[in-house]
């Protein structure tokens, strides 16, 4: 998938050039991606050589620092982020089914983006929600005590307020 990235370039170079050192132009480039991020929802290729271009920092850099975060994407993501935890309470008490029945309802694996563009699904580690595992997180929302007979209906609040 491209990138209609190019209209809005003009925008990204001036953040860029507010916050960019050329003495020291790694300083800043978690703060540019962060930005662009922002802006695009991902880091495309397209906008990774832009960076590249305006700061001089090589693509193969910029490109290693964004797939060393697991905060940043490099594809198009979903109106709707599910982050299932899969830290040990919730996985001992069964998240990984959870997990595996959402990648089934959505025909998706961790990582992916759903056909219709409207989820993009996630594992985490902790949410800091142990006393309610599983958990799982729609965007800002938390979800308590998800047993897989339940993610059908979860799906379904999200689907019908499109």
Do not use: W
Not at 22 to 35: D, G, K, M, Y
Not at 60 to 89: D, N, W
Request: charged fraction near 25%; glycine fraction near 8%.
């Amino acid at each position: 998938m491209v990138c209609s990235c190019e209209n809005r370039f003009g925008e990204l170079t001036d953040y860029i050039k507010s916050v960019f050192n050329p003495e020291h132009p790694q300083a800043s480039l978690i703060a540019v991606l962060h930005h662009a991020q922002g802006m695009y929802g991902y880091l495309s290729t397209e906008v990774m050589d832009h960076i590249s271009d305006v700061t001089d920092i090589p693509t193969a850099e910029i490109y290693g620092v964004a797939t060393f975060y697991s905060y940043f994407k490099l594809q198009p993501q979903g109106k709707h982020r599910i982050s299932v935890c899969m830290g040990t309470a919730c996985y001992i008490r069964g998240a990984a089914k959870v997990l595996e029945t959402i990648e089934d309802m959505l025909d998706v694996k961790v990582g992916e983006t759903s056909g219709d563009g409207l989820f993009s699904l996630d594992e985490t580690r902790c949410i800091g929600a142990c006393g309610l595992a599983p958990v799982l997180m729609i965007d800002d929302k938390v979800y308590a005590r998800v047993e897989p007979e339940q993610v059908k209906g979860i799906l379904k609040e999200y689907r019908t307020a499109e």
